[in-house]
């Protein structure tokens, strides 16, 4: 089921993924999106900032039936079907349960703690994937239980490839994948860098743009 839940995983550039499951489409951290876009029934965003939280792209996928989740500040600049989560609360949505958890900096002051931005870990026909939002490596991930890893691998910003493998050591998933490189920050030399780091200890695999 893992090796499902990847194969219809589409990373559409940066934070950004699409993942087809149970019939539903659920969009993570949409931005700059084009080409085929089809509506989504659940989009996570993470937290504020312009390249997650993204309006216009948004727009570009929501339906009227569509349920946007994030956190407060992101929340309350958006109307209709939105529901605002701090770390550490879940909800059943359908066949999803959609866990809330921390996201932040540590040696570095673009998402402070104090924020209560967002990664989350979706379960959905058995599986839990974890899209890490834009974090370094926290003491917290070693409790956080994970098949499949979405974890920013760029630096400056976010944890470096280094920091991603050793974060990705703690979560100990059966599948990691690296995100935030290819645009306005990270190389896919960081992505190569941290599959190597993991050789022979976790699966990496590196996605290639839809």
Known sequence: MIDKILSNLDWLGHDCF???????????????????????????VSHAHYDHFSPDDIKKIRQESTLIIT???????????????????????????????????????????ANNWLGFIVTVEGVRLYHAGDTDHIPE????K????????????????????????????KVAVPMH????VGEQSDAERFAAKLVNKIKVHIPQKK
């Open 181 to 184: 490189f290819g645009s306005i």
């Open 141 to 144: 991930m070693a409790d956080y």
């Open 71 to 113: 956190e407060p500040e992101s929340a309350a600049k958006l109307s209709g079907n939105v529901k605002a989560m701090q770390p550490g609360q879940s909800i059943t949505w359908g066949p999803f349960t959609i866990e809330a958890v921390r996201a932040y900096n540590t040696n570095k002051k673009f998402h402070p703690q």
């Open 18 to 44: 699409r993942l087809r499951a149970a019939g539903q489409v659920v969009y993570f951290d949409p931005f700059q999106l084009s080409g085929d876009l089809p509506p989504a029934d659940l989009i996570l």
């Open 146 to 173: 994970a098949d499949i890893a979405l974890l920013p691998v760029s630096g400056t910003y976010v944890m470096t490839a280094d920091e991603a493998a050793q974060a990705a050591l703690d979560i100990n998933p």
